[in-house]
């Protein structure tokens, strides 16, 4: 499907950008969010890749995934939007509805609750770790894609995930990341 996609994007005399949005949006907004923690600015950023990958849609290598491809043109774009003087590291308290079939309010409350508490502290990592987090537990990036999309080695992104989960464990109270 997503090479479909690739495929009618590039190919196109006047490029799809309504399509990329649907498929890819909420990936992009969600993880400008997370390296942002402001609603605002993901919106921006959403955006703003958005536009970036229009524009430059003809300079896609096809080396990664378009997926990839947009994941990395948001992280710069976040990065460069936190170098303007506008920007004031403000925590946002993450808020992550999950829609099941009638759960009980007091299920539905316990739910939220630790959903809220596991993504308050994935927030308080610093972005070095949230982000390969977030792009391996969140949207299943291999570690090799996480390491093209953040320009880092392999080996910094096992380093990364590894003090990321590391961190998260303890701030859980538990001393083995991956239980």
């Known amino acids: 499907m997503e090479d479909e996609c690739l495929r009618a994007v590039t190919q196109a005399d006047a490029y799809d950008l309504r399509g990329m949005m649907e498929r890819y949006g909420e990936d992009v907004w969600n993880y400008a969010f997370f390296l942002t923690k402001r609603r605002d600015m993901a919106d921006d950023i959403a955006q703003d890749t958005f ?47 999950r829609f099941e079939s009638h759960p009980s309010a007091e ?29 391996n537990s969140h949207y299943s990036f291999s570690l090799e894609e996480i390491a093209q999309t953040l320009g880092i080695s392999l080996g910094t992104v096992k380093s990364r995930l590894h003090r990321a989960r590391a961190k998260l464990a303890a701030a859980m109270g538990r001393r083995d990341p991956y239980g």
């Open 51 to 97: 536009l970036k990958a229009y524009a430059g849609i003809t300079s896609f290598r096809g080396e990664a995934s378009l997926k990839t491809w947009l994941l990395k043109i948001a992280r710069n774009t976040a990065l460069s939007h936190k170098k303007r003087a506008f920007f004031r590291n403000t925590t946002l308290k993450a808020f992550i509805e």
């Open 107 to 135: 299920e539905e409350f316990i739910e939220r609750n630790a959903t809220d508490e596991l993504w308050t502290l994935v927030l308080q990592l610093p972005v070095p770790f949230r982000e390969v987090l977030v792009l």
